[in-house]
């Protein structure tokens, strides 16, 4: 699903919600 990959558009859309979880960001 493309939801699962993430490209540059998804992944700075999910940054902020990323940022506020307390899991490991790499």
């Known amino acids: 699903a493309p939801e699962d990959r993430l ?6 859309g999910l940054v902020p919600v990323k ?3 307390p899991l490991p960001v790499s």
């Open 7 to 12: 490209d540059p558009i998804q992944f700075e």
């Open 19 to 21: 940022a506020m979880l």
